[in-house]
């Protein structure tokens, strides 16, 4: 039932969206309500959260998200809501309905500014892959990353690299330059300022399959991997998906 509640969810902002054009979306005025900016900026702060917690209900705060973008005005964080629902609709399988929405929503950075265009790049790169060649898409990455400094997001700036260097396999990037990537990744990720215990065991997890693949026989001990995969379910997935692999 939930999984049938969140596809009608994705339907219904679909049906919303499709009695506007892509220039009337880009074109709506902007939001100058104090409390609502505020309001959107938590909706997408639970958005972001929920991916962790509840990701089947995501979708719900997308909704809202497109929702008042369109009755109230867009807003810095309205980007997000979009390139949320094109990464909804490709992981339904329409590729190309879904490169449309995360195109609008980095568009939409032009006209609302880049606060959140750490992370509306970096949803929007994901889907872009599909679309475009990948070893150009993946570069898309590095604007993420430096978006996200910029703002002093450290969380999308190493989710960015984290995904671009997860993404290197289909890329057919030189084994020895994922390393260096993985090693640089691995300083900034433990620096005591940005510890991010998650990011780290799923690099790690990468940096394994790397070693293998270049016939290493060095040990990639990951401390934390063990209890976080018994308390979080992407690190369980992503355990689960090396290990077959």
């Excluded at 892509?22 to 959107?40: G, V």
């Excluded at 084994?175 to 990720?189: G, H, K, P």
Aim: hydrophobic letters at 40%.
């Amino acid at each position: 039932q939930e999984w049938r509640s969140t596809e009608v969810c994705v339907q219904e902002t679909m049906t919303l969206l499709s009695t506007r054009t892509d220039d009337e979306i880009l074109n709506t005025r902007q939001m100058t309500d104090p409390t609502m900016i505020m309001a959107m900026k938590f909706l997408t702060k639970l958005e972001s959260g929920m991916t962790q917690t509840k990701p089947r209900s995501v979708p719900f705060v997308t909704q809202k998200i497109i929702e008042l973008s369109l009755a109230k005005g867009m807003s810095p964080m309205s980007p997000i809501g979009f390139v949320w629902l094109g990464g909804f609709i490709s992981k339904r399988g329409d590729i190309i309905s879904g490169y449309r929405y995360v195109k609008l929503a980095l568009s939409l950075l032009d006209k609302v500014g880049r606060e959140c265009a750490g992370e509306v790049i970096c949803i929007a790169t994901q889907v872009k892959i599909f679309v475009e060649p990948i070893q150009a898409a993946l570069e898309h990455h590095d604007d993420g990353y430096a978006a996200s400094m910029v703002t002093g997001d450290i969380s999308n700036a190493l989710l960015n690299t984290l995904l671009k260097n997860s993404c290197m396999y289909a890329a057919g990037v030189n084994l020895q330059t994922m390393r260096e990537e993985y090693d640089t990744f691995e300083r900034l990720a433990k620096t005591k300022k940005y510890n991010h215990a998650i990011f780290l065991v799923l690099i790690k997890q990468i940096h394994r399959d790397v070693l293998t693949l270049a016939g290493s026989d060095e040990e990639v001990t990951i401390p934390e991997e063990e209890r976080l995969i018994a308390s979080n379910n992407s690190v369980l997935k992503t355990f689960c998906f090396r290990k077959a692999y």
